[in-house]
């Protein structure tokens, strides 16, 4: 079997929206595709190769790692061999384009109808499938509608109360607007006029009482087959942007989450997702995936939204189910955190208090059983890390 080469575009749900080659993200989303292109060397399998942002920076890197007794996985690369399997974060007509260019053959990448199928299957309406199906399952709350006027969203809106309105594609924690009928306005109308005429349609869905955010975890292996991964349990920030995963084994987060539904509520939904997603995906996408859900809060019962979002890609909640999976200590816990800073200097001088305070552990075993590391470089003009901290 060939080796793989993995890429990190974390442009990737941005240019599924736009759905062109020449799609050009934000130089922000730019810098954090090159800070954080080091992730994959952790999820990668032994000798498969990542495609750096600057292969002597990874070499320093891996060997502040090895001094430290760690061994990630991968093996970095700025170029390509011929005959590798790609794995990008996510598919779409840029990341093709970037791969050609670099002299990636055609053949090796999806073709403009296999990406179209990708989009399609990526959409938020995918969810209104989704809940249609597992709804039987008793314990889950979960509704979605897609409108195609602004007519309909304005009568959802007045119908529901407290909305969220969703564009069907965009970036992760974007594309979301709150809205009730006092705060409706002509700029809410506008936004929704607008998504509607270049994306067809808008999602709506009621504002739920969010107690936790949580996913379940899947691998599509191309050939029809579905397969479970495992948990994610994730926090995010009031605007919905992933801020950082706990790092716990599978049992524990199924602990957790049953403090508020039952246990058997979470197995029913697992496998009959799992069927779900087979049936929907066919042989039309291998690799990681995730199903975003929730725990909402009814008067005085806990429900399981089951179908928050499908993140038809590869994601932080499976990276950090994989990074602890291989490399903790059970019973080690902690954060797998994704941090922006502002400044030059900020990143290198945290990295360096965070070594101080939270020195690494390593079991007998070589496993992490406590302390802080750093999964990407950190340098004086670092803006974008990924970090995981351990407590034993």
Same mark, same amino acid.
């Given at each position: 079997?060939?080796?793989?080469?993995?890429?990190?575009?974390?442009?990737?749900?941005?240019?599924?929206?736009?759905?062109?080659?020449?799609? *050009?993200?934000?130089?922000?989303? @730019?810098?954090?595709g090159? %800070?954080? #292109?080091? +992730?994959?060397?952790?999820?990668?399998?032994? &000798?498969?190769?990542v495609?750096?942002?600057?292969?002597?920076?990874?070499?320093?890197?891996l060997?502040?790692?090895?001094?430290?007794?760690?061994?990630?996985?991968?093996v970095?690369?700025?170029?390509?061999?011929?005959?590798l399997?790609?794995?990008?974060?996510?598919?779409?007509?840029a990341?093709?384009?970037?791969? *050609?260019?670099?002299?990636?053959? @055609?053949?090796?990448?999806? %073709?403009v #109808?296999? +990406?179209?199928?990708?989009?399609?299957?990526? &959409?938020?309406?995918?969810?209104?499938?989704?809940?249609?199906?597992?709804?039987?399952v008793?314990?889950?709350?979960?509704?979605?509608?897609?409108?195609?006027?602004?007519?309909?969203?304005?009568?959802f809106?007045d119908?529901?109360?407290?909305?969220?309105?969703?564009?069907?594609?965009s970036?992760?924690?974007?594309?979301?607007?709150?809205?009730?009928?006092?705060?409706?306005?002509t700029?809410?109308e506008?936004?929704?006029?607008?998504?509607?005429?270049t994306?067809g349609g808008?999602?709506?869905?009621?504002l739920?009482?969010?107690v936790c955010?949580?996913?379940?975890e899947?691998?599509?292996?191309?050939r029809?087959?579905?397969?479970?991964?495992?948990?994610?349990l994730?926090?995010?920030?009031?605007?919905?942007?992933y801020?950082?995963?706990?790092?716990l084994?599978?049992e524990?987060?199924?602990?957790?989450?049953?403090?508020?539904?039952?246990?058997?509520?979470?197995?029913?939904v697992?496998?009959?997702?799992?069927?779900?997603?087979?049936?929907?995906?066919?042989?039309d996408?291998?690799?990681?995936?995730?199903?975003?859900?929730?725990?909402c809060?009814?008067?005085?019962?806990?429900?399981v939204?089951?179908?928050?979002?499908?993140?038809?890609?590869?994601?932080?909640?499976?990276?950090?189910?994989?990074?602890y999976?291989?490399?903790?200590?059970?019973?080690?816990?902690?954060?797998?955190?994704?941090?922006?800073?502002?400044t030059?200097?900020?990143?290198?001088?945290?990295?360096?208090?965070?070594?101080?305070?939270?020195p690494?552990?390593l079991?007998?075993?070589?496993?992490?059983a406590?302390?802080?590391?750093?999964?990407?470089?950190?340098?004086e003009?670092t803006?974008?890390?990924?970090?995981?901290?351990?407590?034993?």
């Amino acid at each position: 079997m060939a080796s793989k080469l993995y890429l990190f575009n974390p442009e990737h749900d941005m240019a599924l929206a736009n759905f062109t080659p020449y799609y *050009q993200p934000p130089q922000e989303i @730019v810098r954090m595709g090159e %800070d954080l #292109s080091y +992730l994959p060397l952790w999820y990668a399998c032994p &000798g498969e190769e990542v495609m750096v942002a600057d292969r002597e920076l990874a070499g320093r890197y891996l060997h502040e790692c090895s001094v430290s007794g760690l061994s990630p996985s991968g093996v970095c690369t700025t170029g390509h061999k011929t005959g590798l399997e790609l794995s990008p974060w996510g598919w779409d007509p840029a990341v093709v384009h970037r791969l *050609q260019e670099r002299g990636v053959a @055609v053949d090796n990448c999806p %073709d403009v #109808s296999a +990406l179209e199928q990708i989009r399609y299957l990526s &959409g938020r309406q995918r969810c209104v499938d989704v809940l249609s199906q597992i709804q039987s399952v008793a314990g889950c709350c979960g509704r979605a509608v897609v409108c195609s006027s602004l007519d309909e969203v304005h009568e959802f809106v007045d119908a529901v109360g407290e909305t969220v309105l969703k564009s069907p594609w965009s970036g992760s924690g974007r594309g979301l607007l709150r809205v009730s009928p006092q705060t409706w306005s002509t700029n809410v109308e506008g936004w929704v006029t607008r998504v509607i005429r270049t994306q067809g349609g808008i999602m709506g869905e009621p504002l739920y009482n969010k107690v936790c955010d949580f996913a379940m975890e899947y691998r599509a292996d191309g050939r029809g087959n579905v397969t479970w991964v495992g948990y994610s349990l994730f926090e995010t920030d009031s605007h919905g942007n992933y801020k950082l995963n706990r790092l716990l084994p599978d049992e524990q987060i199924v602990q957790t989450l049953a403090g508020y539904v039952a246990s058997e509520t979470l197995q029913a939904v697992r496998l009959l997702l799992q069927d779900v997603l087979q049936k929907m995906i066919g042989t039309d996408y291998a690799g990681y995936l995730g199903v975003d859900m929730m725990i909402c809060r009814e008067g005085e019962n806990f429900l399981v939204h089951p179908c928050v979002e499908i993140n038809l890609r590869m994601n932080m909640g499976v990276v950090a189910r994989l990074f602890y999976d291989r490399y903790a200590a059970f019973p080690a816990c902690g954060r797998y955190v994704v941090e922006h800073y502002m400044t030059d200097g900020e990143a290198l001088k945290k990295h360096q208090e965070l070594q101080m305070l939270f020195p690494v552990i390593l079991s007998d075993q070589g496993r992490i059983a406590g302390g802080y590391v750093s999964l990407t470089p950190v340098g004086e003009t670092t803006r974008y890390q990924v970090y995981v901290i351990l407590d034993t």
